[in-house]
């Protein structure tokens, strides 16, 4: 995980946050949401996010995680202007559109973020 969320190697034994966020598809809907989270997921930061499916039955189907270097990092990635552009690269209207593609194929989904302290 180190290796694919790009940490440096000074920053693997320090702080960051990090936003968990897992899913389960409404019925017949696993692959339209597996599809939708893999570009969601490709307009965030490179390196930054991960996807993880779960193939042996849990509450969840889907996790993903997304890193930030600090709260700051967070709060520029929420009001980020390059979003809209990053997010029609992957063929959504907008970034808002991504939530919606997602509500339309997830059953439950739930965040949480995770602060990593010094």
Not at 10 to 18: F, K, L, N
Not at 106 to 109: E, K, L, N, Q
């Given at each position: 995980?180190?290796?694919?969320?790009?940490l440096p190697k000074?920053?693997?034994?320090?702080?960051?946050?990090?936003v968990a966020a897992y899913y389960?598809?409404?019925?017949?809907?696993?692959k339209a949401l597996e599809d939708v989270l893999k570009l969601d997921l490709a307009t965030a930061r490179p390196?930054?996010?991960?996807?993880?499916?779960?193939?042996?039955g849990a509450p969840w189907e889907y996790l993903a995680i997304y890193r930030y270097a600090s709260w700051?990092?967070?709060a520029a990635a929420e009001s980020d202007s390059s979003a809209d552009d990053r997010a029609r690269a992957q063929g959504f209207a907008d970034a808002a559109d991504i939530g919606l593609q997602l509500r339309l194929h997830?059953?439950?989904?739930h965040d949480n973020v995770l602060g990593r302290e010094q």
């Open positions: 995980m180190q290796k694919a969320l790009a000074e920053a693997q034994g320090s702080g960051g946050v990090y389960t598809a409404l019925a017949g809907h696993h390196g930054s996010a991960l996807l993880f499916e779960h193939v042996q700051l990092e967070l997830a059953g439950s989904h």
